[in-house]
């Protein structure tokens, strides 16, 4: 592989384990988590490094960047690209960190992000620390992770504490994974390979030095890399985006002799056809609407420009379509061939199913961006401090 210090580099590599994962989606799929040889390649890769800022030796990859590195480990296997998409993280989160913080929890550029940021544990204010309980669900790639992050509502003499909107304060922890405790619960019908587990403290109570929390609201980074809550979610899209190209491409192969080959009736030739054609309409169309929407959006936070409530919505929207359409596109493809059995496309369908069930998958998160596209008035606040 090439020396990881260039998006080049990055994407080059992902696109070298996306030609060799799909003869190891089985084996992950049975093993319930990424192999170990697998999270090496992941990390020779240069994948999980992705988001470090550049002042720390970081290639610092633009959203645009990091969902073109995704799907090129996607079109390989999903449960992998899912696995990179959570640990590199780790670049997000030192930028909400102070840098002292930061290199504590972070030592070098590929260490491995994971948890749930999602406000479900409880965090009591105890003499510049912060006491944490609670469980977080489905916590992808734990199994493999460095540091574990954990949303929790704050407490202040026992009260839930506000902020200075009123809203219940909100505090992303961070510990090494020694300090958790990985619970074996993760049985879902998709995206298996991903050890999607809950994660519970070690002990009790997990005491964490406040220096070791942060708010998605206040970046210690000023850029576009770190703007606000939704920086999380940018790069979501590449992960649909390549398991479609992959089913479609895995599909295309099948029908052409490729891939084991299969015996098509003639009748059902120009359904196929047909099907693998809409497919394609369908993947072209959504990844269009992600990669321009992420670019302007890009573009305007460069500026230093704020993020109006339409540039807000229109990221939701282009997320969720590339996730509904890769669960069209996997239907489409397996009502098509009309077999059934537990391969390539059986697979498929059954990740999107679950990738589906994600937030920023499932359509229930319509009403985020029908709450924006009504509020013409809200913006976001340029990036930085």
């Not at 891939?259 to 054609?277: C, E, F, N, T």
């Amino acid at each position: 592989m090439r020396k990881p210090d260039t998006f080049a580099d990055i994407v080059d590599n992902a696109r070298a384990l996306g030609d060799a994962l799909g003869a190891r989606s089985d084996e992950i799929e049975r093993r319930g988590q990424l192999p170990p040889d697998v999270v090496e390649d992941l990390i020779e890769s240069g994948v999980f490094r992705m988001s470090m800022p550049a002042d720390w030796g970081g290639p610092e990859l633009s959203p645009m960047q990091q969902v073109a590195v995704l799907e090129e480990i996607a079109r390989g296997d999903t449960s992998a690209a899912w696995c990179a998409m959570t640990g590199s993280d780790s670049g997000v989160y030192v930028g909400f960190l102070e840098d002292v913080a930061a290199r504590n929890l972070f030592p070098h550029l590929d260490t491995i992000a994971g948890g749930s940021v999602a406000s479900v544990g409880r965090a009591d204010e105890i003499d510049g620390a912060l006491r944490i309980s609670g469980q977080w669900p489905h916590c992808s790639g734990v199994t493999h992770a460095d540091v574990i992050a954990a949303g929790c509502v704050v407490f202040k003499n026992g009260t839930p504490a506000v902020d200075s909107r009123g809203r219940p304060e909100i505090r992303i922890a961070m510990a090494p994974l020694s300090h958790w405790r990985v619970e074996s619960n993760w049985h879902a019908t998709g995206l298996a390979g991903t050890g999607s587990h809950d994660m519970t403290p070690l002990s009790k109570y997990l005491v964490v030095p406040e220096s070791h929390t942060f708010s998605l609201e206040m970046p210690t980074r000023a850029g576009p890399a770190w703007h606000g809550r939704e920086t999380l979610f940018r790069k979501l899209p590449g992960v649909p985006l390549g398991a479609a190209r992959g089913v479609i491409d895995h599909v295309t192969r099948l029908i052409e002799g490729e891939d084991g080959g299969i015996r098509i009736p003639l009748q059902d030739v120009s359904d196929i056809k047909r099907s693998l054609a809409d497919a394609e309409m369908q993947l072209g169309s959504a990844r269009a609407y992600v990669y321009s929407v992420l670019d302007d959006q890009w573009q305007q936070l460069s500026e230093g420009r704020a993020l109006s409530s339409r540039a807000r919505a229109a990221a939701w929207l282009s997320r969720l379509n590339a996730f509904q359409m890769y669960r069209s596109v996997a239907r489409l493809l397996y009502d098509g061939l009309r077999r059934v059995d537990r391969g390539p496309v059986d697979r498929a369908l059954r990740d999107a199913e679950t990738l589906c069930q994600h937030i920023a998958g499932h359509r229930r998160s319509l009403d985020q961006a029908a709450g924006l596209l009504l509020d013409h008035t809200m913006t976001s606040p340029p990036a930085g401090r």
